[in-house]
């Protein structure tokens, strides 16, 4: 699902927000509760979306992004496998994590993102077996 790749291009990877909330309704959920990080919550909506993510990019020096598999689910989800390597932009601690999102995609647009740890627990969420 090329959208999916699309955002998570153009939101983590080019930093880009608004060229990625193109492709992302207006009342979209963005389910960040599995979060280890101080992001944790739900954002719904454009603004709450973008007011999170720029917290979020204000506190890297440092980030690399990559998906590492994209899993077509159905027609309307898809997995994204990420790794990301970072450094703290007040710390300078380096970090390293794995996760998935879950994204699904209707008309075009993303209506919802769900953050899991791994690979397992995104694919169990959405009725898939490892």
């Known amino acids: ?10 939101a983590f990877v080019r930093w880009d927000l608004d060229g990625a909330l193109q492709f992302v ?7 960040w509760s599995a979060s280890l990080a101080p992001y944790r919550g739900i954002y719904q909506g ?9 917290h979020w990019r204000d506190a890297w020096d440092e980030w690399t992004p990559e998906v590492t598999e994209a899993i077509e689910v159905d027609d309307d989800t898809v997995v994204l496998v990420t790794l990301i390597h970072a450094r703290g932009k007040g710390s300078g601690v380096p970090v390293r994590a794995g996760g998935a999102i ?19 627990e995104a694919l169990e969420a959405v009725g898939l077996s490892q």
């Open 46 to 54: 454009h603004e709450e979306i973008r007011d999170t993510w720029q």
């Open 102 to 120: 879950a994204l699904t995609v209707l008309d075009g647009k993303v209506t919802r993102a769900r953050l899991f740890q791994g690979r397992g």
């Open 1 to 10: 699902m090329r959208i999916a790749r699309d955002v998570f291009e153009l």
């Open 25 to 31: 309704d207006e009342r979209c959920v963005m389910d």
